[in-house]
């Protein structure tokens, strides 16, 4: 089934699949894997990530076997209308998460791993079958560091050692002691194996069994190719599909099989669901209008309101909790909070990882960090993952730490995710009000704080939905329309204030939906004023300036941007709003420029 769905594709991974086969024949149909086929979603089932996804020849030839779909789907693979895609993708039901940007399954399983040993606390496990060349990405290794600091005795990872990677061979070759060395010195149970070994393969899955205080890792010394002379241990063969002549000698070599032998996937336990009913009434924090507090510090705060209504939710940081205030979480619920440590794309893995239990994880850290987990990010969006990543010390106006630690690429990154949302509060009560929101929304949602305390402006009872935005200022004498968000909306309005005892009236409006962005106010306010000026605190490109032309352009309604535009350096707060010309002082000048022409 292997040579025969990638040669009638013409395309696939069918060496790398080769070299697995016994591997994962023995775990699915051996006894080990645990998985109701008509239950893919139930809580109970073990869990089977394909990190190494170009072998997805094998990965649907397996369930192909285990009577999951017919062989006349399984020749539909990397067809267009097909789900079975050429990297597992979360359109078929029996794929945990989308894979293929190697180095992130074991994260994945990581989370899941956490979920069923500390929060469902079930006997369910993960299983991961990584590639040798992947055992080059960082992310492995952060996630092989925590799985150990977590004693996960449920997470199973198989490294399939075939030696020859892409383009030649990989790092480490086939020196499988090596590898064992390595990983155990993490505190890791190693298991070195023939990875075509029926026997060996079987003690090993039972060894993993019996191991209860550290997570287990086998490790297989495999050939790529594995049963096809012409193929087995060649360089040059990755990613090629056999040609028709060249598939019918490879089966001939193979010799006689039963194409409709079908294999049976242990039943898990019985369904137990964990899942706990969620409240519609969330708390609030009932704020002194005018007091400053960070949006962070109501971050921390908004967290520890919100549990009670939502209880499958758990929140992950990157060792910097006393900075992004999710302390204020685990203080309150530790029971229901993962320190990561320094490891973003490790974290965005395992948050990934946790949002297919059915969890609703909010991972914080810097918001110039997330840009090192961009490619998780990515994946989490292609897997429709429903996680909140938050984002603090954004922008220059963090002051004295400098540009290192300063986000200002993160509302461009978060922008460009599929079907993400963007959501960046100015205040308190904003702030609380959007993490609800971002609670209730199902889907990957970007939260974005400022290290600045900044004064409460909002009433308690005022509603933020996705999508909305705040008229701040509005009169019938607007000349121009200052369109803001988060650390700068308080330098619009002390604009605003200026230019009033000028006799010069704007308009100010806090878009704390960036995506979606309400587009209709946006060209309402563009219609009836001379146009729109952008002011941001983060860099030019990708940011709320992009995102408003994009709403307003094609109908002829001018956008003006003010962002940060020079190499930021460290200083005051209001200093650097100074310097990159988005304070108060910079929107009077703008505004008085463009009424002069």
Known sequence: FILKSSTEAGSGHPTSSLSSVELMTALFFGGFLKYDIEDPKNPNNDRIIFSKGHATPLFYSLWKVAGAITEEELLTYRKFDSVLEGHPSIDFPHTVFPTGSLGQGLSVGLGIALNNKYLDKNQARAFVLMGDSEMSEGSVWEAIQLASYYKLNNLVGIIDVNRLGQSGETMLGHSVAEYSRRISSFGWETIMID????????NAYSLAESIIDKPTMIIAKTLKGKGVSSLEDKEGWHGKALKQEDFEKAVAELGVFDKDLKGKIREP??????????????KFTNYVKEIEISTRQAYGNALK??????????????????????????????ERFFEMYIAEQNMAGVAGGLSQTDKIPFASTFSAFWSRAHDQIRMAGIASANIKFVGSHSGVSIGEDGPSQMGLEDISLFRSIWESTV??????????????????HKGLVYLRTTRKETPVIYD???????GGSKVLKKSKEDLLTVVTA???????????????????????????????????VLLETGKSTKGII???DHYSEGGLADAVREAVSSDGIKVWSLAVNKKPKSGKPDELLNYEEINADAIVKKVKRILSV
């Open 269 to 282: 336990q019985e369904f137990t669901s964990s899942l706990k009913e969620e409240s519609d009434k969330p």
């Open 195 to 202: 990875g075509h070994s029926f026997r060996e393969i079987i």
């Open 423 to 440: 959501l960046y509060p100015c205040d308190a009560i904003s702030t609380e009000k959007l993490v609800v929101e971002a609670a209730k």
């Open 486 to 520: 988060g650390i700068t909306v308080f330098e619009a309005i002390g604009a605003y204030q200026k230019l009033l005892g000028d006799g010069i009236f704007i308009r100010v409006i806090d878009v704390y939906s960036i995506k979606p962005i309400d587009r209709d």
């Open 305 to 334: 309101n919100l549990y009670p209504s939502f209880p499958n939710m758990v929140v992950l940081d990157g060792e910097v909790k006393n900075s992004t205030f999710a302390e204020t979480f685990e203080k309150e619920y530790p």
């Open 460 to 466: 308690l009872d005022e509603d933020f939905p996705i």
């Open 534 to 536: 952008v002011v941001e």
